[in-house]
């Protein structure tokens, strides 16, 4: 019976952590290694995978590899959801709104040409950063241990 295994997890001594749904996160007082943030997420942004820094952590366009195909880390707790596609607009809108009040300001360009220009390169620069961003988010969530990146599950028979 698949039933009569016991889940069990394994990671700290922190017992808000588990009430709050969220595994340790390797910080102070677990038992767990701690794992470098900004290393996972600049791995994640050039799509190399947060342990190793050689598998791709994503394939085609955004799909996120289950396991790492170099050192097989598993990669599907990963719930990157909306955060790049809003972390992509906040930094393309950013970026973008200063330089085209600045350019229309400065200049006495036609409409025509702005839109011409400041549309497609909205579109190119939200595109060619979305997939980076994804692989950052899932470097951070790996860093950080979310969403079952830290848990520590070992089944036990009860029966
Ligand atoms: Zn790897």
Redesign the pocket.
Known sequence: MPDSAARLTFGGGDPTSSESGHPPAGGRGSALPRRPVGRSLTRGFVNR?P?????AVIHGYLKVNDA??????DLSHQRADDAPPYLTMVIVGHIVVPLMLLVWTLTSLPSWVHIAFWIPFTLIMTLTLLRPIKGAVVGLQWANRMHGFGEEVVHVRTG
């Not at 790492?68 to 880390?73: A, D, H």
Request: proline fraction near 8%; aromatic fraction near 0%; include cysteine.
């Open positions: 995978c342990n190793c820094g050689k598998g790492c195909p170099s050192c097989g880390e």
